[in-house]
Every structure is written in structure tokens, then in C-alpha cells.
């Protein structure tokens, strides 16, 4: 067996197992989101990279379907969906600023945003500058900030209203405990609704 492949399974098994110890705050979370659902506040999902892809699958179980076919849509948004608007601000502006502008059209008090980050932002090495942006809008204008992170959590930690941080370094084993975590919040969601 190939030991770099050993290797990222074992760790992935090692974060999987610890996972259990987060099982009270995923339900604490998956509550909170049901309760901003039945206020008729809306939920964003963003992250970079990887994170945007996981971000993106997670919006669609919940607006199309995860196991309970008939299930209601709910209202969950992917910030920079639209390729149009975020090549035009990024070529005309800079990157770093377009997922705060477009949660500034869309967002009001009491809605939520999920960050999905394994660094969890960084200023010296200049990771997910965007992210930390977003964050710092959020509690400026009282949008309930949520995020699932790794590496210690870096900046986004300290602006989280809640944040879970995967104890892992392994970028890959981080996403996809993060997308356990979203799995069991959707599961949640079907059995609400």
C-alpha cells in the first residue's frame, strides 16, 4: 500500500472518530439554523477553493433535496454564484472585496453566514482575506456568523459568533470533516421540514 495514501486515510479516520466529541454543537447549530428559517431570515454559504465547492453542494441539498424528496426548499444562498459579477468587480476592483459587497445587497440583521475555511484566515501569509472581510461586515451589521474551520482557526475564530475547528492540519481531512458536519445538518433540515 502506497504510505502517502495510508497516511491521508488514517488521518481522515482520525478526524472522522473525533468528530463525535462536536455532536453537541452540530445540534446546537442545526437548531440555530432552523430557528433563523423560522424567523423568515435567510442563511449565505461561502468559502474559497474547496470550501466554495463543499459550500455550493450544501446549498443544493437544501434548495433542491437531500433524503426527503419533497421536502420544502429552504432558504440557503451561495455568495459569488455569479461568475459575471465576480470577474467584472475582481478584473475592475479586487477580489477581496466582491463576496462582502454581494452580502451587503442581500443580507439583513438576524440573517446568518456560514464560512467554511480550513485555514481559517490569515493576514501575514494572506489567506482568505475575503473571508476575513466578510466576517468583520457580519458583525458590523449583526448577521449571525458561523464557521467551520481547521488549522487552529486562524482570524475567522475570533469574529465567529460559533465555530467548530477540526483538529487536523490535513487540508483534505478538514474538508471533509466539514462536509460530515453539513451532511448532518442537512439530515437535520429533512427531518424538520
Known amino acids: 500500500m502506497n504510505q502517502t495514501i495510508l497516511n491521508h486515510y488514517n488521518e481522515s479516520l482520525r478526524v472522522y472518530r473525533l468528530l463525535i466529541n462536536f455532536l453537541p454543537e452540530i445540534e446546537e447549530i442545526s437548531k440555530l439554523l432552523l430557528k433563523i428559517i423560522k424567523k423568515k431570515n435567510s442563511i449565505f454559504v461561502y468559502g474559497n477553493g474547496g470550501s466554495f ?34 470577474t467584472a468587480w ?10 462582502e459587497r454581494e452580502l451587503s445587497a442581500y443580507a439583513k440583521k438576524g ?6 475555511s480550513t485555514s481559517g484566515g490569515n493576514f501575514k501569509n494572506k489567506q482568505s482575506l475575503n473571508l476575513i472581510k466578510l466576517a468583520k461586515y457580519c458583525r458590523k451589521n449583526k448577521i449571525y456568523l458561523l464557521s467551520l474551520l481547521g488549522k487552529g482557526g486562524g482570524e475567522l475564530k475570533k469574529y465567529s459568533n460559533k465555530y467548530i475547528i477540526i483538529p487536523s492540519n490535513n487540508t483534505g481531512s478538514i474538508q471533509e470533516a466539514h462536509k460530515m458536519i453539513l451532511h448532518s445538518v442537512c439530515a437535520f433540515m429533512d427531518n424538520s421540514f
Open 53 to 86: 465547492s463543499d459550500s455550493s453542494h450544501f446549498v443544493g441539498e437544501l434548495t433542491a433535496t437531500y433524503e426527503k424528496k419533497f421536502r420544502k426548499p429552504l432558504p440557503f444562498y451561495l455568495l459569488a454564484s455569479n461568475a459575471a459579477a465576480v
Open 111 to 116: 440573517d446568518c453566514l456560514i464560512l467554511l
Open 90 to 99: 475582481s478584473n475592475d476592483f479586487n477580489f477581496i472585496d466582491y463576496a
